[in-house]
């Protein structure tokens, strides 16, 4: 099974736009246009696949950046896998983190780019989309188009002893009960707008300080102090040969052997689930051709589905702001006098392009008629 790898952080070059006419956006509109309605062999159509670009017209940052490198808390070091299920202190610092972060989430929406591919899928034009994301702006913004999220999704929260899920939001209020001066220190945080941004001078400026290794310094709190509510199912009925104890305001206590609540995304270190696995290959497998949005394909479990289309010598589209890991290769056979057809790779911003595309594709395609066509009288009467 493949583990959840750190991405690739070395510098990526620019990209080469192919064809060359998609420099320009009409180019672009034309060559993606062509790419999107190419006749196949197969009866599939495409599969979508995208990444954190997609998401930062929502407010929700692209931590790549354009320059290729991580570009919000240069201290920051995410938690493995390993860490949250073995280590309480972790889970308590984890759980502390995502409370403050949890607001500025929950408050964005799906932007112009989802719901311009929620229309691409009406017209007939996808067949699935998968996503790198977590924020589950696809799926709220196109039910009907089937979503495969490869790294899970912050939503819910997963029980790691009975797998049972729960909603992240009401999992909020438990964390407040439990921890009422970091629910103050959020009202006032919020109150200042020091976590609506992620420029870490802006945020100091409104409150917001973090100690030198990342962490948020909340005055007169520890992490160490910080609760979280077991599972009420393993609480309620613990697995065969586990206890799972909380204590008398309803926190996980540490004596407990089960009942240790996750978010429900894949963490660094983590297994992608076979099934998942699974179905995100059978999406590439099936589909006509794969078009990247917004991802520099950092992550492995991402990269490697779009080699997979390439291996099945599939068409390869890329729209996304900055360079992509491996794509002088997925290019190599592409001619920049093309017209799209057999692969585009262009630099532009979503959420202004995908409605243009969707204004374009949804024209009905009108057949040169005889009648429209001007007669010329020949020269010689
Ligand atoms: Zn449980």
């Known amino acids: ?16 736009i192919i064809p060359a006419s998609a420099s320009s956006v009409e180019g672009a509109l034309v060559a993606l246009t062509n790419f999107l309605t190419a006749p196949t062999t197969s009866a599939g159509r495409t599969v979508i696949l995208s990444g954190a670009g997609i998401s930062v017209a929502s407010g929700l940052a692209d931590y790549r950046g354009s320059n290729g490198t991580y570009t919000l808390n240069k201290t920051y070091r995410p938690i493995y896998y390993h860490e949250f299920c073995a280590n309480h202190e972790a889970r308590k610092r984890y759980w502390a983190r995502s409370y403050l972060g949890w607001t500025n989430l929950h408050r964005s929406r799906p932007n112009k780019a989802h719901e311009a591919v929620g229309r691409l899928g009406e017209l007939g034009l996808l067949s699935s989309v998968i996503t790198q994301n977590v924020d589950s702006f696809h799926p709220i913004a196109h039910s009907r188009l089937r979503t495969l999220e490869l790294h899970g999704y912050l939503r819910s929260t997963v029980c790691l002893s009975c797998r049972t899920e729960y909603n992240r939001a009401s999992f909020q209020q438990d964390l407040a009960l439990l921890n009422p001066a970091w629910a103050v220190f959020l009202a006032e945080m ?31 709190v520890e992490y160490g102090t910080f609760r979280y509510p077991a599972c009420p199912v393993c609480l309620a009925n613990p697995p065969d040969g586990t206890r799972v104890e909380q204590d008398a305001d309803g926190a996980w206590l540490p004596s407990s052997t089960a009942g240790i609540l996750k978010p429900a995304v894949i963490m660094f270190g983590e297994s992608i689930p076979n099934s998942v696995k699974l179905a995100v290959e059978s999406a590439v497998d099936e ?3 794969i078009l990247v949005l917004g991802s520099s394909l950092a992550t492995y479990s991402a990269w490697r589905l779009v080699k997979r289309a390439q291996e099945q010598k599939k068409p390869i589209g890329v729209v996304n702001l900055g360079g992509v890991r491996g794509e002088e290769q997925f290019f190599a056979n592409i001619a920049t006098s093309g017209s799209g057809r057999d692969g585009v790779r262009c630099s532009l911003p979503l959420e202004e392009m995908l409605p243009m595309l969707v204004e374009r ?15 010329q009288p020949a020269p010689w009467r």
């Open 361 to 375: 594709l949804s024209q009905p395609i009108t057949p040169p008629s005889l009648s429209s066509q001007v007669f």
């Open 190 to 220: 919020l109150a200042s707008g020091a976590l609506t941004t992620e420029n870490p001078e802006e945020r100091r400026r409104k409150g917001l300080k973090t100690n030198p290794d990342g962490d948020v310094d909340v005055p007169g």
């Open 1 to 16: 099974m493949p583990l959840m790898r750190i991405p690739y952080t070395s510098p990526l070059p620019s990209p080469t």
């Open 287 to 289: 589909a006509a051709r």
